[in-house]
């Protein structure tokens, strides 16, 4: 009747008609997520208004996939007649490894498309490619970037460059289109994280002789 009581939503409803202040401030980061990562992809396509610098956007791209890092380190490790280098190179083959384990995981659970400006043409995918989170050339650039500076012996002009190289592998991301940019800062941070656990579980003739036996 008109005068009786209003029954009360449920309370799933009731959540919809007063979301939370953490729900409001996701959906505003997820935007202008989406949104600066559309703006700031100037090389997605010849058409675009950097479209002239995607060629050598692509070489970038190719310099932090990991299949040349995979198979560059494999070929030094074969040819090394150093016990200290095999030691330096054969962790570099397991953070790699890592690398490529951890984010395939990650990105089969999170399952996030990728920009919907991106174009399909990258070099050498997988099923899990087709997904964007995190950006696993951000994540081996870090991974890498922190590896050769606390490992290799080298001038501070090259230390500069190793450094502007991954910078510049993670800017790419977002340039060609390939990645939002919540995809690559995350991807720095899984990285950066990454080669702490390989510091930690670092391999040495000390503590797994029968890996290095095969060398």
């Given at each position: 009747s008109a005068g009786a009581a209003?029954?009360?939503l449920p309370e799933e409803d009731c959540m919809k008609l007063n979301p939370?202040?953490?729900?409001?401030?996701?959906?505003?980061?997820?935007?202008?997520?989406l949104w600066a990562s559309k703006r700031l992809g100037v090389c997605a396509g010849e058409?675009?208004?950097?479209g002239s610098v995607r060629p050598l956007m692509k070489v970038i791209e190719v310099s932090g996939h990991?299949?040349?890092?995979?198979?560059?380190?494999?070929?030094?490790?074969?040819?090394?007649?150093?016990?200290?280098?095999?030691?330096?190179?054969?962790?570099?083959?397991?953070?790699?490894?890592?690398?490529?384990?951890?984010?395939?995981?990650v990105k089969g659970l999170v399952k996030r498309p990728r920009p919907t400006h991106n174009k399909m043409d990258m070099f050498v995918t997988i099923s899990v490619d087709k997904y964007s989170f995190p950006s696993g050339h951000a994540t081996r650039a870090a991974l890498v970037c922190r590896f050769v500076l606390r490992h290799?012996?080298?001038?501070?002009?090259?230390?500069?460059?190793?450094?502007?190289?991954?910078?510049?592998?993670?800017?790419?991301?977002?340039?060609?289109?390939?990645?939002?940019?919540?995809?690559?800062?995350?991807?720095l941070l899984l990285g950066y994280a990454l080669y702490g656990v390989v510091e930690h579980c670092w391999l040495s003739p000390a503590t797994t002789p029968a890996l290095f036996a095969l060398w």
């Open positions: 209003a029954a009360p939370s202040f953490v729900g409001i401030a996701l959906s505003s980061l997820l935007a202008i997520d058409g675009s208004a950097w990991g299949i040349p890092w995979l198979l560059g380190t494999f070929y030094g490790l074969c040819q090394s007649d150093s016990s200290a280098a095999r030691e330096v190179l054969l962790n570099l083959l397991f953070a790699l490894l890592l690398d490529l384990v951890m984010v395939a995981v290799l012996v080298l001038a501070v002009p090259l230390r500069v460059l190793v450094v502007l190289w991954a910078l510049i592998v993670s800017i790419s991301r977002v340039m060609l289109g390939r990645h939002n940019m919540t995809d690559v800062l995350f991807g």
